[in-house]
């Protein structure tokens, strides 16, 4: 199992540095430059800090994976997520620039998997800044859809710019943590394949 949770995690983390970690120019602006995918790598060491800025679903993915890599025996993960019910992409861009605390910071570690942690009044720049983060994943709200999130609209770009700067881990890579999508209209659960 313990091979299965690293396999796990290095496909996430592959998939993600290709998703957002593509190339920018010296300003830090993304490019249009085709290059071969980032291969990510996490660091070999005996712990693993990982932080994630989304909502509830990244709550249950990360308390869910703080459970399995202890029943594993694996002690060393920490994970946090920066919650706001919901938070589409545009929404962390708004808090981030007003340096808002309507966030709570949701902390689970494999050592002590149960209850997480919550610390309301947080806010971007204090969460980022708490750890020595080795993985910061990005999460797309609950009813955004995957074009939005993925293409044209540069919000990946400008939370990765801000995080980038405020990293106390000089090698933390980023990543984007996808969770499955919802229809809108719940009648169409049972419907496949969706339109959106």
Known sequence: MK?????????????????????????????????????????????????????????????????????????????????????????????????????????????????PRITPGMTMKKAVEQEDWDVILMHGGTFEPAYETTYGTGHIQTIQNYVNNLKTNPTAIFAWHMPWVTPIDQSLRDKYPYDS
């Open 3 to 115: 091979k299965i949770l690293a396999l796990l995690l290095a496909a996430l983390l592959v998939f993600g540095m290709c998703a957002c970690g593509g190339p920018s120019d010296q300003s830090g602006e993304p490019t249009t430059e085709a290059t071969e995918p980032v291969k990510a790598g996490i660091p070999k060491k005996d712990t693993l800090k990982v932080l994630t800025l989304g909502h509830s679903l990244a709550v249950d993915a990360n308390h869910m994976l703080a459970l399995v890599a202890n029943a594993e025996g694996y002690t060393g993960l920490t994970v946090g997520t920066l919650y706001y019910s919901g938070c589409p992409l545009f929404r962390h861009v708004e808090y981030l620039q007003t340096d808002s605390d309507r966030y709570s910071l949701y902390e689970s570690n494999s050592a002590d998997p149960t209850p």
